[in-house]
């Protein structure tokens, strides 16, 4: 934290972003984050913020998590020659959900690098928070396209957190399940997955609130399974307990916050009915105990309130006041007729009952108790201080690598350092 007490944000930023397209009709837009950036620095809310520009990590820095001849089919496949690898691409799941289309593995290495360079930073004690909102792409798996997803940046980032950190917390709050985050996190007790989504007959269909991890990770993947029609008055009161739970007992010294915005009211592809207000609390709250956070983007396909969302959350994590009357920037024309920082929710009816939301608190809130508590912490106003807990299963090595050097930067660098998951 910086001499005057105030945390030193980092943004992750590269204007390549929004040039890539999945094809015609496809919901997701990587466009999204270039308007986000737009309403950002039209807000002027980057004066506040370390702006960073990320270097490429090297497709051997992506082999840490996935497998190698997956990284290297991403590498060779293009619209071009893509007729010669018909077998492959059933194989990775490359196809309708996840297509080919110009530039992909540019693509990946673009948002998954924000993801380690900023994970880099949090390591180095250079930044309190971090923002990449082209991150959380949290479903794709060690050999496997999914759901929009070709690496998984969050795997990536937090396995650059476990060189520092011997518990490191993911929270997911995209509609989604975060189902490829869980699955490369299940059996090991240094990283707790939390994820809030929509269950049922519902994309990927994973998540159910037994779903509690295997072997030494049992306990600590934390699943709360939800209907539609979620609204922030229900998100807040089932989001804070266990969240406050899992701070209690895990006690994280990093955190990662995956935002997905197809959680808000009127997504094309989503059935909750959250209001900005309702999915930045969740934001406000992680903050609120202090510890160095990851925040990554996600989720999120009606093009005009992404930028809304994740515009605000920026502001909540600056402790900035932005008007609800949005700036002019180069996207104006896309939040008529209001134009308006704030959408207002819709009518729909929240499935969610208040005895099915207490009785699943109770059931995750029992499960935290089971897990070994994280001996002599002490958790006051937020804040933590933690001791190393047994059954560490993940190995680090030594070694360099060139996977965060020298960022294209306004201000400051990082370094990297190579690690991989213990088979």
Same mark, same amino acid.
């Given at each position: 934290?910086?001499?005057?007490?105030?945390?030193?944000?980092?943004?992750?930023?590269?204007? @390549?972003?929004?040039?890539?397209?999945?094809?015609?009709?496809?919901?997701?837009?990587?466009?999204?984050?270039?308007?986000?950036?737009? +309403?950002?620095?039209?807000?002027?809310?980057?004066?506040?913020?370390?702006?960073?520009?990320?270097?490429?990590?090297?497709?051997?820095?992506?082999?840490?998590?996935?497998?190698?001849?997956?990284?290297?089919? +991403?590498?060779?496949?293009?619209?071009?020659?893509?007729?010669?690898?018909?077998?492959?691409?059933?194989?990775?799941?490359?196809?309708?959900?996840?297509?080919?289309?110009?530039?992909?593995?540019?693509?990946?290495?673009?948002?998954?690098?924000?993801?380690?360079?900023?994970?880099?930073?949090?390591?180095?004690?250079?930044?309190?928070?971090?923002?990449?909102?082209?991150?959380?792409?949290?479903?794709?798996k060690k050999a496997e396209a999914s759901g929009?997803?070709?690496?998984?940046?969050?795997?990536?980032?937090?396995?650059?957190? +476990?060189k520092k950190h011997q518990r490191v917390l993911?929270?997911?709050?995209?509609?989604?399940?975060?189902?490829?985050?869980?699955?490369?996190? *299940?059996?090991?007790?240094?990283?707790?997955?939390?994820?809030?989504?929509?269950?049922? @007959? *519902?994309?990927?269909?994973?998540?159910?609130?037994?779903?509690?991890?295997?072997?030494?990770?049992?306990?600590?993947?934390?699943?709360?399974?939800?209907?539609?029609?979620?609204?922030?008055?229900?998100?807040?009161? %089932?989001?804070?307990?266990?969240?406050?739970?899992?701070?209690?007992?895990?006690?994280?010294?990093?955190? %990662?916050?995956?935002?997905?915005?197809?959680?808000?009211?009127?997504?094309?592809?989503?059935?909750?009915?959250?209001?900005?207000?309702?999915?930045?609390?969740?934001?406000?709250?992680?903050?609120?105990?202090?510890?160095?956070?990851?925040?990554?983007?996600?989720?999120?396909?009606?093009?005009?309130?992404?930028?809304?969302?994740?515009?605000?959350?920026?502001?909540?994590?600056?402790?900035?006041?932005?008007?609800?009357?949005?700036?002019?920037?180069?996207?104006? @024309?896309?939040?008529?007729?209001?134009?308006?920082?704030?959408?207002?929710?819709?009518?729909?009816?929240?499935?969610?009952?208040?005895?099915?939301?207490?009785?699943?608190?109770?059931?995750?809130?029992?499960?935290?108790?089971?897990?070994?508590?994280?001996?002599?912490?002490? %958790?006051?106003?937020?804040?933590?201080?933690?001791?190393?807990?047994?059954?560490?299963?993940?190995?680090?090595?030594?070694?360099?690598?060139?996977?965060?050097?020298?960022?294209?930067?306004?201000?400051?660098?990082?370094?990297?350092?190579?690690? @991989?998951?213990?088979?």
């Amino acid at each position: 934290m910086s001499a005057s007490g105030k945390k030193r944000v980092s943004y992750f930023y590269d204007a @390549e972003i929004g040039n890539y397209h999945y094809g015609q009709g496809h919901p997701m837009k990587p466009h999204r984050v270039r308007m986000t950036h737009n +309403l950002v620095v039209n807000y002027g809310l980057y004066r506040n913020l370390e702006v960073y520009r990320p270097k490429l990590v090297s497709h051997t820095n992506l082999t840490r998590f996935h497998s190698d001849d997956y990284v290297n089919f +991403l590498r060779t496949i293009t619209p071009d020659n893509m007729t010669e690898f018909s077998r492959q691409l059933a194989r990775f799941n490359v196809g309708e959900d996840c297509p080919v289309f110009d530039g992909l593995f540019e693509f990946t290495q673009l948002y998954t690098s924000g993801s380690i360079g900023g994970a880099a930073r949090l390591n180095s004690n250079q930044s309190d928070i971090v923002i990449n909102w082209s991150g959380g792409l949290h479903h794709a798996k060690k050999a496997e396209a999914s759901g929009f997803c070709y690496i998984n940046d969050c795997v990536l980032a937090i396995l650059e957190l +476990l060189k520092k950190h011997q518990r490191v917390l993911y929270i997911d709050i995209d509609i989604h399940h975060g189902d490829g985050v869980e699955e490369a996190f *299940y059996a090991t007790s240094r990283v707790m997955t939390c994820s809030f989504h929509k269950f049922g @007959e *519902y994309f990927p269909g994973t998540g159910d609130v037994l779903d509690v991890g295997i072997d030494k990770g049992k306990g600590y993947s934390i699943n709360f399974p939800l209907n539609d029609g979620m609204d922030d008055e229900s998100f807040e009161k %089932v989001f804070r307990p266990v969240i406050g739970k899992i701070m209690e007992r895990f006690a994280p010294t990093a955190i %990662v916050l995956q935002c997905g915005a197809d959680s808000l009211s009127g997504d094309r592809l989503g059935c909750f009915n959250l209001s900005l207000k309702g999915h930045a609390s969740c934001v406000s709250y992680v903050k609120s105990f202090g510890v160095p956070t990851l925040v990554l983007g996600g989720g999120g396909y009606t093009l005009r309130n992404v930028p809304r969302c994740w515009t605000y959350e920026t502001s909540v994590l600056l402790d900035a006041e932005i008007k609800d009357c949005l700036p002019y920037n180069d996207y104006y @024309e896309y939040f008529g007729p209001d134009y308006r920082l704030h959408m207002p929710t819709s009518n729909m009816t929240n499935l969610n009952s208040q005895k099915y939301c207490e009785e699943t608190t109770i059931k995750l809130l029992n499960i935290l108790d089971d897990i070994e508590a994280v001996p002599g912490v002490a %958790v006051e106003s937020g804040g933590l201080n933690g001791q190393t807990p047994k059954g560490m299963d993940i190995e680090e090595e030594g070694g360099q690598d060139d996977g965060g050097k020298g960022d294209d930067k306004r201000e400051g660098k990082k370094g990297d350092l190579k690690t @991989e998951m213990a088979k």
